[in-house]
T-cell receptor, first 111, second 113 residues
Framework: AQRVTQPEKLLSVFKGAPVELKCNYSYSGSPELFWYVQYSRQRLQLLLRHISRESIKGFTADLNKGETSFHLKKPFAQEEDSAMYYCALSGSRNAGNMLTFGGGTRLMVKP | DTEVTQTPKHLVMGMTNKKSLKCEQHMGHRAMYWYKQKAKKPPELMFVYSYEKLSINESVPSRFSPECPNSSLLNLHLHALQPEDSALYLC????????????FGDGTRLSIL
């Protein structure tokens, strides 16, 4: 079974403060991890994936297999980062690509 | 065209009605998905289609019937739904069914009276 846990439902920070959104997973195989973001009144969209190892909108995430974590970080939060963030794990089953989402963390960046 | 388009955006139906949700993509993706999202909850996978064939059914009740007429279209036929089926229904697509990022539509907000 694959499972994703985001322990914080709400994270509130001030503009310019560092941000870390936590994600832990359980999966018996080799996982592919993603962060998806949903801004107000917009569709769910991919923010980044672990194999890309890139920074998108100043966000980075490192896969830590020892701790089974994939935390999302940004050194200086901006107001436009306020959104719902979902960590997701992709695993294969029956030739299908199953994406399992964590419960989501709402990030609020205050001015 | 880099979007997944879902119609209608909103649907209100009675428990005895039959309706269909539609999803379309023109990105050449060969995998398509239906998710159900309740308020303040993450999306939950319902069905996966790979090369127009159903590959995963997450124990979804038979009152939901998916159909993939071709590689660009995905339908979800609804019949005899229950009030607890009210939710946002999301369609997504990915290039293949291997581990690929998924592109989501805006969803259809369904209300069952």
């Amino acid at each position: 079974a694959q499972r994703v846990t985001q322990p914080e439902k709400l994270l509130s920070v001030f503009k310019g403060a560092p941000v870390e959104l936590k994600c832990n997973y359980s999966y018996s195989g080799s996982p592919e991890l993603f962060w998806y973001v949903q801004y107000s009144r917009q569709r769910l969209q991919l923010l980044l994936r672990h194999i890309s190892r890139e920074s998108i909108k100043g966000f980075t995430a490192d896969l830590n297999k020892g701790e089974t974590s994939f935390h999302l970080k940004k050194p200086f939060a901006q107001e436009e980062d306020s959104a719902m963030y979902y960590c997701a794990l992709s695993g294969s089953r029956n030739a299908g690509n199953m994406l399992t989402f964590g419960g989501g963390t709402r990030l609020m960046v205050k001015p | 065209d880099t979007e997944v388009t879902q119609t209608p955006k909103h649907l209100v139906m009675g428990m005895t009605n039959k309706k269909s949700l539609k999803c379309e993509q023109h990105m050449g993706h060969r995998a398509m998905y239906w998710y159900k999202q309740k308020a303040k909850k993450p999306p939950e996978l319902m069905f996966v289609y790979s090369y127009e064939k159903l590959s995963i059914n997450e124990s979804v009740p038979s009152r939901f019937s998916p159909e993939c007429p071709n590689s660009s279209l995905l339908n979800l036929h609804l019949h005899a739904l229950q009030p607890e089926d009210s939710a946002l229904y999301l369609c997504a697509s990915s290039q293949y069914t291997g581990i690929q990022p998924q592109h989501f539509g805006d969803g259809t907000r369904l209300s069952i009276l």
